[in-house]
């Protein structure tokens, strides 16, 4: 599935901004949110950003060591009008391929700095916490009866396997179905949730469709289990 659709739930803690100062101080990013997705049924992880800010041009990302690790410059027209909202997403390697100590060791845990400028020349600065609080992957399954389908995952309380041992605390889920880009159920639900029923409205009958459920954590980190049903 696409990842735009998921690039930031109303679950994910926004960084935290510095906020308006004093002349010469730095003002912040809206948003500002490096976090881990996690692909249960894939196994594969990547790091992924969010981003909100006023007409920004600039932007360097740093590590908790110092290091810058992306940097973006607008040119042209988006020099002149700046940018706002920015959403990308890191390579997603197979852990069955790239382990997981070595992967989550580029990206370590602790302070990353998002560091701006706007159109007018006003400097802005975020900063956010990544974790390597990673939920588990969520059970799922698909009821399909008389026309109704109603999916189901189980509560979300630990890590995987073979995952940093953290507290998990898991703040919502998100479901995505999908059968195609141009036919896409996106339903936000509190921690409390178990399952979720399709509208009728968004099925047709004798389709296969695609299923997501995330586990969201407290930090922003993301965790997916998929799935798919299909329709008399």
Do not use: C
Not at 19 to 47: M, R, T, V, W
Not at 120 to 147: C, E, K
């Amino acid at each position: 599935m696409k990842r735009h659709m998921r690039m930031l739930s109303v679950f994910l803690a926004a960084a935290v901004a510095l906020g308006l100062a004093a002349p010469g101080q730095a003002a912040g990013f809206s948003i500002a949110k490096l976090y881990i997705e996690y692909n249960s049924s894939a196994n594969d992880l990547g790091f992924h950003v969010s981003l909100d800010g006023e007409d920004w041009t600039t932007l360097k990302i740093v590590n908790p060591a110092g290091t810058t690790i992306s940097e973006f410059t607008g040119h042209g027209p988006y020099a002149d009008l700046g940018m706002t909202e920015f959403f990308f997403e890191g390579a997603e390697p197979n852990l069955d391929e790239f382990p997981l100590g070595q992967l989550l060791a580029l990206f370590p845990e602790g302070k990353y700095k998002f560091i701006g400028e706007t159109v007018g020349g006003t400097r802005l600065a975020s900063m956010d916490t990544l974790t390597h609080a990673v939920p588990a992957g969520p059970s799922v399954s698909a009821d399909v009866s008389a026309g109704t389908v109603v999916i189901r995952w189980n509560e979300v309380t630990g890590p995987p396997a073979g995952f940093p041992n953290r507290r998990i605390d898991v703040v919502g889920y998100q479901v995505i179905v999908e059968n195609g880009p141009q036919r896409v159920l996106d339903i936000k639900l509190p921690s409390t949730a178990r399952s979720v029923t399709v509208p009728p409205e968004f099925l047709q009958a004798g389709t296969t469709y695609l299923f997501e459920v995330l586990a969201i954590e407290a930090s922003g980190n993301q965790t997916i289990t998929e799935g798919s049903f299909s329709t008399p």
